[in-house]
């Protein structure tokens, strides 16, 4: 069965950093175009960060562009998310999620469209001061 774990939430500053996990069971991430969606109270999930399953090409959504980056080790079934200069906006509970791939374009229009197929249960990041 097909599983995803998020780790690495919690507390920080304005203008700290984290650095989430999302490690894959169950499957391997050879395949798979994985990606990171957040959820703010009362807002609409949104995506971050996607990294495409095979040469490591990544697109992120404007609000993150130089501050966050995405990487992956399949290695270890793991992908992560890097996070610098944070701001109180980026509050919300980060998800990652799994999207069988195609190709890159299917992939990129799935992550726009947040309809990515298999989902981990979150990890909280607040920034506050």
């Known amino acids: 069965q097909l599983q995803l774990a998020e780790s690495g939430g919690g507390l920080v500053q304005p203008g700290g950093s984290l650095r989430l996990s999302c490690a894959a069971s169950?499957?391997?991430?050879?395949?798979?175009?994985i990606a990171w969606f957040r959820q703010a109270p009362g807002k609409e999930r949104e995506g971050v960060s996607c990294?495409?399953?095979?040469?490591?090409?990544?697109y992120h959504a404007d609000s993150v562009k130089g501050r966050f980056t995405i990487s992956r080790d399949n290695a270890k079934n793991t992908v992560y998310l890097q996070m610098n200069s944070l701001k109180p906006e980026d509050t919300a509970i980060y998800y990652c999620?799994?999207?069988?791939?195609?190709?890159?374009?299917?992939?990129?229009?799935?992550?726009?469209?947040?309809?990515?197929?298999?989902w981990g249960q979150g990890t909280q990041v607040t920034v506050s001061s």
């Open positions: 999620a799994a999207h069988r791939e195609t190709t890159w374009y299917a992939s990129v229009r799935a992550f726009t469209r947040v309809r990515f197929g298999s």
């Open positions: 169950g499957f391997t991430l050879d395949n798979y175009a």
């Open positions: 990294i495409s399953s095979d040469d490591g090409t990544t």
